[in-house]
C-alpha cells in the first residue's frame, strides 16, 4: 500500500504543487489518504476514476513504464548476483543512486543507462507516434504489469 502512495505521489499531478489545482490535487491525496487507510479497494476505485483523465492517465502510464524499467534492472543484477555495491562500482554510480533504482525512486536517464550497463545490459529509448497499435499494447502492459505488481505487495 505504501508503494502505491509514493507512486501516486510521482505522478505529475502530485510531484509539484505550485498552482491552485495542482495543490488541492495534494490536498485531496492527503485527505484520501487519511479517510481510506489501508483500505486497498478505496483508493483502487480513486485511482480508476482519476484514470479517465487525460493528464493523470499519462502519468500513471508514464510512471508505470519507469516501474517496468526499473523492476527489470533490479531482476537482471540479481540473476547476475550482482550487490549493491558491484553495480555501484562497476557502474561508476554513488550508493545512493543504486539505492535510488533498487527502491523504485526517480533516478536521472544517466543512473539508469549506468546501471544497465554495470548488469551488461542497454536501455533503449524510441519516438513512436502515440496512435501506434504497439505503443497502445506497450501502454496496456505497463498499466497490467503495475496493478499486479501493486496486487503482489499488499
Known amino acids: 500500500m505504501l ?6 505521489e510521482k505522478l505529475p499531478s502530485f510531484r509539484r504543487a505550485p498552482s491552485t489545482e495542482e495543490t488541492r490535487s495534494v490536498d485531496e491525496l492527503s485527505s484520501l489518504r487519511r479517510a481510506i487507510g489501508s483500505d486497498h479497494a478505496s483508493l483502487a476505485g480513486y485511482v480508476a476514476g482519476r484514470l479517465q483523465e487525460p493528464q493523470f492517465r499519462d ?3 508514464d510512471a ?20 549493491q555495491e558491484d553495480i555501484a562500482r562497476t557502474g561508476d554510480l554513488s550508493p545512493d543512486r543504486v539505492a535510488e533504482v ?10 539508469i543507462f549506468q546501471y544497465a550497463r554495470a548488469v551488461d545490459k542497454r536501455v533503449v529509448f524510441e519516438l513512436r507516434d502515440s496512435n501506434d497499435a504497439e505503443v497502445i499494447a506497450q501502454e496496456r502492459l505497463a498499466l497490467r504489469r503495475y496493478e499486479a505488481a501493486e496486487e503482489e505487495a499488499t
Open 3 to 8: 508503494s502505491e502512495w509514493r507512486f501516486l
Open 59 to 61: 502519468g500513471y502510464i
Open 64 to 83: 508505470g513504464r519507469r516501474a517496468m524499467i526499473l523492476d527489470d534492472l533490479v531482476m537482471a543484477s540479481q540473476r547476475a548476483g550482482l550487490t
Open 102 to 111: 533498487r527502491i523504485g525512486g526517480d533516478p536521472t536517464l544517466f543512473t
